[in-house]
């Protein structure tokens, strides 16, 4: 996994080449740090596969912090996911979260890191799954990465080619409402990945704990390119 390690040297190295993913300052006083964990009481007390209630417990997760827009989950070992069968399969269930995930309202813009061209797109519409989905292909320092960005609106994906050139800045999308985002509470799923894997339109956003090691180095720290304070880099 040389490659995956050398991707986030490169990331960390070109940390000014970056633009803002939206229009908002993600290291602002009024962005917080959310904890989508089993220690998290008042999601142990909602109904997580009633959306609407779901979106309510966030909603008080941020007004409890006094923030608009809550942040985290990388590496992160979710209780949330036990909402969707989609994540529980015949081997290990799935619980550990891959990307970063930017909480904010339904309609809020989603702008390109960097150039780079689509790779793919669709809509994974399954019950807790991304909903629309835009996959960008970006080249650093001789190396080719890919950036995902989840539970999008469907106006997203119209007007969409594969191999479309997308500029540095350019608006690519618009965050979803539920359900046709996957039907979750409003936010973006932004992952990093070294490696499609030959996939095409998805790729894994959460994953068997088991399989930590290898997915930290298959996707790393969406941070080095959000740089918010608010998370680890």
């Known amino acids: ?9 490169i990331l960390g190295r070109n940390a000014h080449a970056f633009a803002p993913v939206f229009d908002t300052d993600l290291s602002a ?3 917080c740090l959310l904890d989508f964990t089993a220690a998290n009481t008042r999601l142990q007390h909602t109904d ?10 966030v909603q008080h997760m941020l007004a409890e912090k006094q923030a608009t827009i809550g942040v985290g989950g990388y590496l992160e070992n979710r209780a949330v996911y036990s909402r969707s069968t989609h994540f529980n ?4 269930n799935r619980s550990l979260h891959l990307g970063v995930d930017v909480w904010l309202e339904a309609g809020t813009e989603v702008y390109a890191p960097l150039d780079g061209v ?23 320092e001789g190396v080719t990465f890919y950036t995902l960005y989840g539970h999008l609106s469907r106006t997203s994906l119209e007007g969409l080619t594969v191999g479309k050139y997308i500029s540095k800045g350019e608006v690519i999308a618009t965050v979803g409402p539920y359900p046709e985002n ?3 509470p409003p936010h973006l799923h932004f992952q990093v990945m070294a490696d499609m894997e030959g996939r095409s339109g998805d790729f894994p956003g959460v994953a068997a704990t088991a399989e930590k090691e290898r997915y930290r180095l298959l996707c790393p720290n969406p941070n080095l390119i959000l740089q918010s304070r608010h998370l680890p880099l």
């Open 182 to 184: 996957g039907d979750w």
């Open 89 to 92: 399969g015949a081997a290990q």
């Open 48 to 57: 997580l596969r009633d959306t609407a209630a779901f979106d309510e417990a």
């Open 118 to 140: 689509v790779h793919s797109f669709q809509d994974n519409a399954n019950f807790g799954d991304y909903g629309p989905t835009i996959i960008l292909q970006h080249e650093l």
């Open 29 to 31: 006083d009024n962005v």
């Open 1 to 9: 996994m040389n490659t995956d390690k050398k991707l986030s040297e």
